[in-house]
């Protein structure tokens, strides 16, 4: 197809289709959503609730002991989203008492059950029981064959907290991977009570507590969230820090002008290679040559002024690299 053909001949000719911001068969970015079942953990005989969960930015800089001292949270998120720590941690959080962040070193080849190593997971969350409060984090992610079909009834991943001491928390069950391309994939499953901390909620060790999401793609840096498309009225650039085409993610970058029929053309400046992902990425339909956008801000200067869009192009024929001409744009409300 000709989008296809477009985009690999930018690739090539920019030198980027081994670019080392890619690391194939690692794993230094992505996201771990974890969804409890409170009614489960509320059955368990210490009767088990969320009452705090700072994510990777709000943890960044406290203890444990600070965040058990904070007081209960009015509402929980109902899923816990643990941004993947990359290669190496910056300080905060290193060096907080009792804190112990897992740099990711998991590395595979093809098939991520071959990989050995860790996935450190950024985040914490606060349970209260009967018997009083405690707090888990600085996990790590990892797989061991002998694991499974253990008293757990494990696939083999396993997520340890290394915060204070090293606990077993939570085996992975049921789990089914899906390969998104040569150096990214996905899993999903259930999450079950590990040996562990199966001791210390004297609860059956593999009591399913909830399910979970696993993804490679994300942003690399647990503590800054994927960064938003923005379009600049004084450089004229739409800048697209997360596009996804076909099974693989971008970053691009587009400058605009006016043509003499009135119409708005983007010419592609910028197309690299990505593991950033984001809830707002654009997509372009491979298809179609459609390129929709579902939020755009855009800027005066470097400053947001609070507005934003969304808008989709479509790719013009017979422009190479690429040239889109902008189709709809609508404001969306705040």
């Known amino acids: 197809m000709q989008i296809i053909s477009n985009l690999t001949r930018v690739l090539a000719l920019s030198g ?31 009767q088990v609730v969320n009452v705090n969960w700072f994510d990777s930015v709000a943890s960044a800089d406290k203890t444990p002991q600070q965040m058990r001292e904070t007081p209960p949270a009015d ?6 989203v643990f941004k993947v720590f990359g290669a190496s941690i910056a300080t905060p959080p290193m060096g907080l008492e009792e804190r112990s962040p897992q740099a990711s070193t998991f590395t595979y080849e093809g098939n991520p059950t071959n990989g050995t190593g860790t996935i450190g997971l950024a985040g914490f969350h606060v349970i209260s029981t009967i018997g009083g409060g405690m707090s888990m984090g600085d996990y790590g992610l990892t797989y ?72 490679t ?37 587009f400058s605009t002008s006016v043509l003499a029929d009135g119409r708005v053309a983007l010419d592609l400046k910028t197309l690299n ?40 192009m479509k790719l013009e024929p017979g422009y190479f690299p690429a040239r889109f001409i902008l189709g709809n744009v609508e404001a969306i409300a705040e």
């Open 16 to 46: 980027m289709f081994l670019s080392a911001n890619v690391s194939a068969g690692s794993v230094t970015s992505g996201e771990f959503v974890l969804d409890f079942d409170e009614a489960a953990l509320q059955n368990l005989d210490v």
């Open 273 to 312: 290679p990505s593991s950033a992902m984001t809830h707002s990425h654009a997509m372009l339909d491979m298809n179609t040559g459609v390129l929709a956008m579902p939020e755009v801000a855009l800027l005066v200067g470097d400053d947001a002024v609070g507005s934003k869009v969304k808008a989709t």
């Open 75 to 80: 509402a929980v998120p109902d899923s816990f």
């Open 144 to 215: 061991d064959a002998s694991r499974v079909g253990n008293n757990a009834n494990s696939s083999g991943w396993l997520i340890t907290n290394y915060h204070a001491f090293a606990l077993r928390s939570f085996e992975l069950t049921n789990v089914e991977i899906s390969i998104i391309d040569d150096e990214n994939f996905s899993m999903t499953g259930d999450v079950v009570i590990a040996s562990g901390l199966s001791l210390m909620l004297q609860a059956d060790e593999g009591t399913d507590v909830g399910d979970f999401s696993f993804t």
């Open 217 to 253: 793609v994300g942003d690399s840096d647990p503590g800054i969230e994927g960064a938003m498309a923005s379009y600049s009225d004084i450089t004229n650039t739409l800048t697209l820090p997360a596009l996804m085409a076909g099974k693989s993610m971008y970053a691009a970058s």
